[in-house]
């Protein structure tokens, strides 16, 4: 509890500021700003986010109830966050950060005793017995932009401190820690254009623990390699009296974004980025296991056609290559490396989003959407000869809408999100390679969650009361929905809420 104190006394601290209410709820306006999310993750072309202060602290409570699911993330969880965001200009100088506090478990977890899977994948530590992971994280961030004539310097820094564990044997402790510093300038070149560069660095790093409480237990851990497949050097049975593994990740990620930013009502938006990262996962006798290298390309254009109407498209393109390190039998030197894993995906959307009013207290917005995604994994034997495979193409529609009402002396707000996901083609070839049980267990699942055709919906509803000119108290509810076609056993649906309170000033 004590911790919980701690956290809100600091994002407090954090997101003081003498902000004027000025009556628009920024989340009406959200959806589209972020449209253009690329360009604002320069810190110097921030000084351009059409925000001029806001100040928001909240507390909130969600839960979700998955019957089709990812299996290494669980089917069923809960969360409670504390969140305070913060936005200043003043004149030439911007500043803007954020605290927040997570407390949550999720349940039925498999195969995985990690936390930040996605970010980890494919190098897994598991077992096999399904149960609860708690999670509590920290995070902190801060930026500030300065401008100087025609140029804007900016730079943003960002921490998350998080611990997750379970208190079934082999009982994982993890402790992760990760550092991102982004820094950018921006300048006027053209009458009607900003330009930008930025460059982004991530530290991170999480380190576990696995050890066994029960005098005559034993548990099976498993160092996974991608598709279900087991690192038979280092997967094992392990016993209190034979230690239980200790494992280290670390990874490193570089970027640089080149930015083009138009200052009027009717131009060109431009962005390209391009990032690589490293992530190696290291045993307790510091020897490397495993290493993972990603290299992402991501290209974006934008054009306002008019005042309040957009259209944007953005492709990535994203390779990812695995190596394995193999021992002798006793570990005692390296007998090979040799690259196994590879991974790509690819990535296109087509946005068009606009605004209008509907009267003199009721305005509307809209995003129509539609994206591509193709994602390809291989475990190769020798060369490029493919042991397991799985390629999916999904294409999806999707349509968000935003109602906003003004009333004397507050708002009301609607949103509503509906997407449908569309499976194009899908192939899965899960060999002898894999772990026991893993196709059935592992792959399987998570194969079809990626790959069924799905139906998704969520509505928000946002109620902003004025206390006066400057603080409003708002509360804020959400409802999400999923819908599955193509499961053959069981319920096919997921569903998730949260709720909000919070003060905006």
């Known amino acids: ?218 548990a099976s851990v498993f160092y996974l390699r991608g598709l279900g497949v087991a690192d038979a050097t280092y997967s094992t049975v392990i016993t209190k009296t034979n230690g239980g593994a200790d494992n280290t990740y670390k990874q490193n990620c570089y970027g640089v974004n080149l930015s083009m930013l138009p200052l009027n009502q009717k131009r060109l938006y431009l962005s ?37 109407y957009n259209i944007k498209l953005l492709g990535e393109l994203s390779k990812g290559d695995g190596t394995e390190f193999n021992y002798d039998i006793s570990k005692k030197y390296l007998l090979n490396k040799a690259k196994k894993f590879t991974n790509i995906s690819q990535f296109l959307q087509l946005a068009f989003a606009g605004e209008m009013n509907l009267g003199s207290k009721i305005k509307a917005n809209f995003i129509l959407s539609s994206d591509y995604h193709s994602l390809e994994e291989k475990y190769l034997k020798i060369g490029n000869a493919s042991i397991n495979n799985k390629n999916i193409k999904n294409l999806s529609f999707g349509f968000l ?13 609607f949103k509503l999100e509906t997407n449908y996901r569309n499976n194009l083609s899908k192939e899965l070839n899960a060999g002898s390679l894999a772990a026991d049980k893993a196709v059935e267990q592992l792959v399987m699942p998570n194969y079809t969650f990626q790959s069924s055709n799905r139906l998704f919906a969520d509505l928000l509803i946002r109620y902003d009361y004025f206390i006066n000119e400057k603080y409003a108290l708002f509360l804020k509810g959400n409802f999400a929905y999923s819908k599955f076609n193509q499961i053959d056993t069981g319920e096919n649906d997921n569903k998730a809420y949260s709720l909000a309170i919070g003060l905006s000033f």
């Open 1 to 218: 509890m004590n911790k919980i104190i701690l956290s809100v006394i600091l994002a407090l601290i954090c997101t003081m500021g003498n902000a004027q209410n000025n009556r628009t709820n920024y989340e009406f306006q959200k959806d589209q700003i972020d449209l253009f999310s690329s360009w604002w993750n320069n810190p110097a072309m921030r000084f351009h986010y059409p925000l001029e202060e806001l100040t928001e602290v909240s507390l909130s409570q969600s839960a979700y109830d998955n019957n089709v699911y990812n299996v290494q993330k669980g089917d069923k969880g809960n969360n409670f966050d504390f969140l305070a965001n913060s936005f200043i200009k003043k004149q030439n100088k911007l500043f803007y950060g954020g605290a927040s506090y997570n407390n949550g478990v999720q349940k039925n977890v498999n195969w995985n005793t990690l936390t930040d899977i996605n970010r980890l994948y494919p190098y897994i530590v598991a077992d096999t017995i399904p149960d609860k992971m708690r999670k509590e994280q920290y995070y902190f961030s801060g930026g500030y932009a300065q401008k100087m004539n025609e140029s804007v310097l900016g730079i943003f820094a960002s921490y998350t401190a998080s611990t997750s564990y379970d208190r079934r044997d082999p009982r994982p402790y993890n402790k992760v820690f990760d550092l991102q510093l982004t820094g950018g300038v921006s300048r006027k070149l053209l009458p009607d254009y900003n330009f930008g560069v930025s460059v982004f660095f991530d530290k991170y790093q999480q380190d576990q623990t696995l050890s066994l409480f029960k005098d005559n237990g034993s």
């Open 272 to 308: 390209l980025s391009a990032s690589t990262n490293n992530l190696e996962l290291t045993s307790g006798n510091n020897q490397t296991v495993s290493e993972y290298d990603k290299k992402l390309g991501k290209l974006e254009f934008a054009y306002k056609i008019s005042k309040g």
């Open 401 to 413: 809408a935003n109602v906003l009402k003004q009333y004397e002396q507050s708002s009301l707000l």
